[in-house]
Nanobody, 120 residues
Framework: QVQLVESGGGLVQPGGSLRLSCAAS????????MGWYRQAPGKQRELVAV???????NYADSVKGRFTISRDNAKNTVYLQMNSLKPEDTAVYYC??????????????WGQGTQVTVSS
């Protein structure tokens, strides 16, 4: 019913930047919160940043001041600008959207994940 497609991952050197995008499509009536999560090898998935439909944001302490989440409601797209990247930011990054579908059902949807590797 709803698909999330992520893009923008890759390999970057420490101190570098990347911008992730996640576009939602399908039977969308409205989107509430959108967020980014990450999962490193051997670790649990963790919240990186979240943004509400009104633009309020929240960040994990580990990324505050370095990452910025934003969204374009007209395009049903959420972005994650990542600056001053560190090796410990290496992970698969997933986007999540809390969607009200056209049948007025409220569900969480996840993207397929995009790999971010920070290494020299």
């Amino acid at each position: 019913q709803v698909q999330l497609v992520e893009s923008g991952g890759g390999l970057v050197q420490p101190g570098g930047s990347l911008r992730l995008s996640c576009a939602a499509s399908g039977r969308i009536f409205s989107i509430n919160a959108m967020g980014w999560y990450r999962q490193a090898p051997g670790k649990q998935r963790e919240l990186v940043a979240v943004i509400t439909s009104g633009g309020s944001t929240n960040y994990a302490d580990s990324v505050k001041g370095r990452f910025t989440i934003s969204r374009d409601n007209a395009k049903n797209t959420v972005y994650l600008q990542m600056n001053s990247l560190k090796p410990e930011d290496t992970a698969v990054y997933y986007c999540k959207a809390v969607v009200v579908t056209t049948t007025l059902s409220l569900n969480d949807y996840w993207g397929q994940g995009t790999q971010v590797t920070v290494s020299s």
